[in-house]
């Protein structure tokens, strides 16, 4: 069975969604409305409303309303003849393009798209595209013979074809399987279907992208809301400034870093890329190292092996009252990190063996949560539930390189607010670390991780 594209009008905006319903179901989905006819004194205004729905939805629609059947061939023509009707006198340079997704009526291939600004690709694309062309805008084919302003005519048929190709991704995109239903009637116009499906494939929750795309749809300038490259600006840009990064200032007095979270995440190896960047990085401190971690003695090995590299001094601390006299051992260093036991997040005895190094310090410690970037949502937020006593100041993120959704990241950050600090790219000590940066966290999300791109 194939889609089916419909329209109707209405003389109130607010018919629209009750109109849907009662006729097409709760699984169409509303593809655009605009006027049609301006309201004036004497007479009300017209909207034209453009749904779609697949064919055995509505057949299941039809069937619970008691209604009777009509011939699927003659379905199918009336929804194109009626498009066709809607369109059959405007320009193709001032309305969007409609094609019928029947399952009888041919449409070139959606996913091939034609190659922009390669003029020997697009004459030979020509005789694929034209009549297509030419049924959209009711015009006969010209017999095109060579002349010597041949290029220009190509050109100018370029144009056309680009804008083809266009609205026919957008439609693509607002043809995606989200209905009206599951966004809770939320009504996406189609410059906003490309960003919402990318939001959407990242794995963010559900509730927040709904929330954030009402927020955009209702609060973004009029004007820019037909542009879909706008509207892209706009969406990264509002997604920006939902991330919150800590900016890391100059050093004045002496810091101390701990870094928690559940065992797996890499730590260890992410306070060895910290103490490379503290201690030889542009503006260079004494740096030295505590672990608290007795428990593993394969990391803690390392941990030792990473500061014998790098000429710092480490201590291990081994009961919570030794914390305050191993700060004290290290009173010259301007920065001090802290490593601490890897441990379940269920695991509350170690948390609370945790608890105790802080609660028995008198310095002031600065708790970064490590999590990583591969874990999902709900386990992200357990991880932050069962950690969060211990007032965690900020979140390092890891293993950028081990996933391709971070959606879930994004969810967490959203609910909690707990600012960034640290991202730790890949597996390369000292390397593979980059201070938080809320615009290249957006281009993950939405665009996926591209390692070059940290720095930008």
């Known amino acids: 069975m194939g889609q089916l594209i419909h329209t109707f009008t209405v003389e109130d905006t607010e ?49 619970k309303m008691g209604k009777t059947l009509p011939n699927k061939q003659t379905k199918q023509a009336n929804s194109y003849q009626k498009i066709e009707q809607s369109k059959i006198s405007k320009n193709l340079e001032d309305e969007d393009v409609v094609l019928d997704f029947s399952s009888n009526l041919k449409t070139p291939p959606l996913k091939e798209k034609l190659p922009r600004n390669n003029l020997e690709n697009i004459k030979e694309k020509l005789s694929e595209v034209s009549s297509e062309i030419s049924k959209v805008t009711n ?33 693509v995109d607002m043809m995606w399987d989200d209905k009206a239903e599951a966004r809770k009637n939320l009504v996406i116009p189609p410059e906003f ?6 939001a ?24 820019m809301k037909t542009n879909k490259e706008a509207v892209q600006k706009y969406f990264y840009s509002l997604l920006r400034s939902i991330l919150p990064c800590r900016v890391e200032s100059e050093i004045k007095k002496q810091k101390i870093m701990m870094l928690v979270g559940p065992t797996g995440v890499g730590k260890t190896t992410t306070l060895a890329k910290l ?10 401190y004494k740096t030295g190292i505590i672990t608290l971690d007795t428990y593993r003695i394969g990391a803690v090995e390392q941990l030792f092996q990473y500061a014998k590299m790098m000429k710092l001094p480490i201590i291990d601390s081994i009961e919570p009252k030794d914390l305050d006299e191993a700060i004290k ?12 036991i890897g441990n379940s997040q269920y695991d509350q005895n170690k948390l609370a063996k945790t608890k105790e190094f802080l609660s028995h310090s008198n310095a002031q410690i600065d708790v970064n949560l490590v999590i990583s970037a591969n874990t999902k ?77 940290a720095s930008e």
Do not use: W
Request: glycine share 4%; hydrophobic share 35%; proline share 4%.
């Open 15 to 63: 018919e629209i969604i009750p109109k849907v319903k009662q006729d097409y179901g709760d699984k169409a989905l509303i593809i655009t409305n605009k006027q049609i006819r301006p309201k004036t004194i004497n007479r009300k205004g017209i909207y034209e409303v453009m749904v779609a729905i697949e064919e055995s939805d509505y057949e299941e629609h039809l069937k």
């Open 275 to 284: 103490a490379f960047r503290y201690a030889y990085g542009d503006k260079r």
């Open 200 to 223: 959407k494939e990242s794995g963010m929750k559900e509730e927040h992208l709904e929330a954030i795309m009402k927020a955009t749809i209702e609060n973004m300038p009029t004007a």
């Open 139 to 171: 015009t006969p084919l010209p017999n095109y013979e060579p002349t010597p302003n041949y290029n220009k005519k190509i050109e100018s048929f370029e144009k056309q074809i680009n804008k083809l190709n266009d609205k026919m991704n957008l439609l």
């Open 377 to 453: 949502h709900e386990d992200l937020v357990e991880i932050y539930k069962n950690f969060s006593f211990l007032n965690i100041d900020t979140l390092i993120i890891t293993k950028f390189d081990e996933t391709k959704v971070f959606g879930n990241i994004f969810s967490l950050i959203y609910e909690t607010n707990i600012p960034l600090s640290f991202f730790s790219i890949g597996q390369e000590v000292p390397d593979d670390l980059e201070v938080a940066n809320s615009d290249f966290l957006v281009r993950c999300i939405l665009e996926g991780f591209n390692k070059g791109k």
């Open 329 to 340: 051992s290290l009173n010259n260093c301007e920065v001090i990190l802290v490593d601490t």
């Open 193 to 198: 279907a490309s960003i919402y499906k990318q």
